[in-house]
């Protein structure tokens, strides 16, 4: 969904990629902000979300998720650069983004998201990216698509957990919007990995990176965040005091701080 101008009456264009179970909806609040400032916004629908019409049991791969953002990255008229802006596990898209296309990606801004710079590659990888919510116990619902004798082909949060982990520092009315509008996530996402395996970021290095940081964040927590920054050390980080959910619970503040970042 391309929320924005023309190119021309445009300052910037960024590209806003979701998380798990999200969609391009998730940034209603932020969309006016970008586009009342002038710049041109286009959001993605990944595999499987609200708006790809794909169901989440059928995306076998990592690629086939992240596919939306990688054709609209090939789309893009030469000589332009835009400004990635990922979310949660939009963090791994982003990411593997800017090893296909960093002659194309002027920044990349990770809002509380996963940042590996090959994404599961180690133990440590899975450790600091993959939410760990094992204390309030079964949250998952899992579906299996191939029959119970194979891994699970998609994953969904039981709606009772919804708000208590992303958003409850959020007005309600969005995240009674979100409990409409979320959807189980493929599972080929937590099989994530991309570039070298590990090997050489000196391309993805090129990229301008900027981490901000959610203070409350109860899916990807701060040490998770932290820990994240110190293995791969971003550019710049900026701190929000909010839930995992700052489109929704500090739009403004959060735009804010993204365009004093360009």
């Excluded at 002027?106 to 939410?131: H, N, R, S």
């Excluded at 990995?193 to 959610?214: A, C, E, K, P």
């Excluded at 959910?245 to 360009?262: G, N, T």
């Amino acid at each position: 969904m391309d929320a924005g101008g023309d190119a021309t009456e445009s300052k910037e264009h960024f590209v806003l990629v979701h998380g798990a179970g999200h969609g391009a909806w998730c940034w209603f609040r932020l969309l006016p902000l970008f586009r009342g400032s002038g710049h041109r916004v286009s959001c993605v629908d990944l595999a499987g979300a609200a708006g790809s019409r794909v169901d989440p049991c059928s995306v076998r791969s990592f690629d086939e998720y992240t596919a939306p953002l990688v054709g609209l990255l090939s789309a893009l008229p030469d000589g332009e650069k835009v400004i990635l802006v990922g979310h949660s596990a939009g963090g791994l898209s982003v990411t593997h983004a800017m090893h296909l296309f960093s002659d194309r990606i002027k920044q990349a801004i990770f809002i509380a998201a996963t940042m590996l710079p090959f994404g599961y590659q180690t133990e440590q990888d899975i450790k600091d990216g993959v939410p760990d919510l094992s204390e309030l116990g079964d949250v998952y619902d899992l579906a299996f698509g191939l029959g119970m004798d194979h891994p699970p082909t998609r994953v969904a949060l039981q709606p009772e957990f919804q708000r208590m982990i992303l958003s409850q520092q959020s007005p309600r009315e969005n995240s009674a919007l979100a409990s409409i509008l979320l959807r189980p996530w493929p599972a080929a996402l937590s099989a994530a990995r991309f570039g070298r395996g590990g090997g050489d970021s000196s391309t993805i290095d090129q990229v301008l990176r900027v981490y901000i940081t959610t203070a409350k964040d109860c899916m990807v927590k701060p040490e998770q965040q932290e820990a994240m920054i110190r293995r791969w050390p971003p550019s710049k980080v900026v701190a929000m005091d909010t839930d995992h959910s700052p489109f929704f619970s500090a739009p403004e503040r959060l735009f804010q701080l993204i365009v004093k970042l360009l």
